[in-house]
């Protein structure tokens, strides 16, 4: 089956910077990535999603890419606020079955 | 005010005892989803309905059933063959079988002593 590997684990950047979270897959049959942030003790919102015909996509200060050929895909946070802290995941779609990563606890540092 | 509850939000049960988790959705979804999620882990599917009276295994199934009655019901149940019940149980909903996204609820932590 699917395998979506998730890096890094946690990650601090200061207010305003720009943060990366990477994630892998390993079935090419895949076409939908989506991302969720999660917050304490609620429930994963979506907040980005990509498919496999395109190659990146941007909504305000959030954007996703895509390599279908190296299979991963990555999450850019630019512009980061407090708000933005948070456990983030990807995931890969196959027969809309999604395969979720691990996470990324993200701690935005005023 | 449409979307996805989950109740309760904290539940607790003795060992050996079956519990069953409500999920219900007002969003018209077809598809609804069980997963679990365990500290520092993805999330795990159990169980998915891709219409009423029909539901398929996910990836760990054993030790859970559900049913699929209505539309905007997905009730789980933890028996009492699950090793490790203790854990975070979500519901999502997507609006059919040929939709990816899907929407969370809240979530219910269940503690089993």
């Known amino acids: 089956g699917e395998n979506v590997e998730q890096h890094p684990s946690t990650l601090s950047v200061q207010e305003g910077d720009s943060a990366v979270i990477k994630c892998t897959y390993s079935?090419?049959?895949?076409?939908?990535f989506p991302w969720y942030k999660q917050e304490l003790g609620k429930g994963p919102q979506l907040i980005i999603d990509?498919?496999?015909?395109?190659g990146e996509k941007k909504d305000q200060r959030i954007a996703v890419t895509l390599n279908k050929t190296a299979k991963h895909f990555s999450l850019h946070i630019t512009e980061t606020q407090p708000e933005d802290s948070a456990v983030y995941f990807c995931?890969?779609?196959?027969?809309?079955?999604?395969?979720f990563g691990t996470g990324t606890r993200l701690t935005i540092i005023p | 005010d449409g979307g996805i509850t989950q109740s309760p939000k904290y539940l607790f049960r003795k060992e050996g005892q079956n519990v069953t988790l409500s999920c219900e959705q007002n969003?018209?979804?077809?598809?609804m989803y069980w997963y679990r999620q365990d500290p520092g882990q993805g999330l795990r599917l159990i169980y998915y309905?891709?219409?009423?009276?029909?539901?398929q295994k996910g990836d760990i199934a054993e030790g859970y059933s559900v049913s699929r009655e209505k539309k905007e019901s997905f009730p789980l149940t933890v028996t009492s063959a699950q090793k490790n019940p203790t854990a975070f149980y979500l519901c999502?909903?997507?609006?059919?079988?040929?939709?990816?996204?899907?929407?969370f609820g809240p979530g219910t932590r269940l503690t089993v002593t």
């Open positions: 999502a909903s997507s609006i059919s079988s040929g939709s990816h996204e899907q929407y």
């Open positions: 079935d090419s049959a895949s076409n939908y």
């Open positions: 990509i498919r496999s015909n395109v």
């Open positions: 995931a890969a779609s196959i027969n809309e079955k999604l395969t």
């Open positions: 969003l018209n979804h077809d598809a």
């Open positions: 309905s891709q219409i009423v009276n029909d539901f």
